[in-house]
């Protein structure tokens, strides 16, 4: 009786210490982060706004939100990191970045809550900064051709009929391209990435036209957006503090002319990637007031540059993906001693996380040898063959 009642109380101090992990692994996913990155941030119509945060265990995800920073929502759950979300002229839909620059990069759809997400293109190619044309029916993207700097491309919403514009030779960027209101003309930003200018162009990539000058090395334009007309744009320049010193906003008439500075930013002060509200007299921007720190906000503010309000702050939301229930996973023993068994669908790939948010095993395989890890309380995130999390599941180790 005695040995039973101490494998007992130890079963019970066992189930409260893992109780107790498992108390502090939630509230390591839910307590605010004190800096966090929210950038990309596009308002529409409907009074929402898109952008990209990493409040979410340091992953960029897309979130929506208010045009006033309320009702956030967390639209994307997959490990892997999102950036510059979109959404079509009809409000429906989304299209975004899925990786950073680079080889992995690649151009996804999905519906407006998160929903029905779909890889556009799959490739060893970089492809990226995707926007819509204004019937809704193209999307505008920069990708690699044959050599590793961006051109100018244009495809079909379900990723068909991809058609290269642009094909200037040597280690010039065509980059970050958007149509301009009346459909007929593409703006894009030219140069050798740390001097681009803003040039337009026909949609069938002749008569480049400067809209902004060409610029010395480390004097650049960033990002660009029209007003609802297409009569004015907004962008981002290092004109008066040069490179990696800071950036402010400019509005200008659509050919170029009639610069306004709406900001002026101090040493290391960024006014970046701005972008008109469609109907009201705003701007949106992404704002970080010393780039020597990782806190990067979004604010609001007048198109005369006045009254700037902050909307974005880095607590975390509610990340539970509703579709997920539908495809929940076996995952046996649990607890485990020194393996355990995973229902893997074919293309599935499994993480295996510590408290401290690590990834202490990664792969596909449905038997995973658990020998390296030490006991403990463990997240188990599985992910589909387009990155987006298909469940989450905790795994005890009682070895």
């Known amino acids: 009786m005695g040995l ?89 839909q989304v299209v975004f970045q899925m990786n950073p620059y680079g080889s992995d990069g690649e151009v996804y759809l999905m519906n407006a809550d998160g929903s029905g997400m779909t890889n556009l293109t799959n490739n060893d190619r ?3 900064n995707p926007t819509f044309s204004p019937d809704g029916t193209k999307i505008l993207f920069d990708a690699w051709d044959g050599s590793n700097y961006p051109e100018v491309f244009i495809m079909n919403t379900d990723g068909t009929d991809r058609t290269q ?42 008569n480049w036209v400067d809209i902004t000058e ?27 503090l040069g490179y990696n010193n800071g950036c402010d906003i400019v509005i200008a008439d659509a050919d170029g002319s009639n610069w306004e500075r709406i900001t002026t930013a101090q040493d290391k002060e960024y006014f970046y990637i701005p972008f008109f ?21 979004i604010w609001r503010m007048d198109i005369t540059g006045d009254d700037p309000t902050k909307i974005s702050n880095c ?20 607890p485990a001693v020194d393996q355990v068994f995973v229902d893997l669908r074919p293309g599935e790939q499994l993480l295996i996380l510590d408290l401290t948010g690590r990834v202490v095993y990664q792969g596909r395989e449905s038997v995973i040898h658990l020998g390296g890890l030490s006991r403990g309380v ?22």
């Not at 480390?218 to 962008?235: L, P, R, Y």
Request: net charge negative; glycine share 6%.
């Open 4 to 92: 039973e009642m101490n494998v007992h109380e130890n079963q019970n101090v066992m189930k409260h210490i893992l109780l107790f992990l498992l108390f502090i692994m939630t509230l390591s996913l839910s307590s605010a982060q004190e800096t966090c990155f929210n950038f990309c941030s596009t308002p529409t119509a409907d009074g929402h706004l898109y952008f990209t945060s990493n409040r979410d265990s340091g992953v960029n995800q897309i979130f929506r939100c208010k045009t006033d920073g309320t009702d956030v929502e967390q639209l994307t759950h997959s490990p892997l990191n999102k950036y510059n979300p979109i959404p079509s002229p009809d409000g429906q």
């Open 126 to 128: 970089y492809d990226g």
């Open 165 to 206: 514009i642009t094909n200037k030779p040597g280690a010039y960027w065509q980059s970050a391209p958007l149509f301009h209101p009346g459909g007929q003309k593409i703006y894009f930003l030219q140069g050798l990435n740390a001097n681009n200018h803003i040039v337009m162009m026909d949609t069938d990539g002749n």
């Open 214 to 240: 060409e610029n010395v090395f480390g004097t650049a334009e960033i990002g660009m957006h029209f007003n609802a007309d297409g009569s004015k744009m907004v962008f981002s320049t290092t004109e008066w």
């Open 277 to 297: 509200h469609p109907t009201l007299p705003h701007i949106f921007y992404t704002y970080n007031q010393n780039a020597n720190t990782a806190n990067w906000e």
């Open 315 to 334: 607590l975390t939301v509610d990340t539970d993906d509703p579709t997920l229930g539908h495809q929940a996973h076996i995952m046996l023993p649990n």
């Open 378 to 399: 463990y997240m188990v995130l599985i992910s589909d063959k387009y990155g987006s999390m298909t469940d989450l599941k905790k795994l005890v180790l009682t070895h």
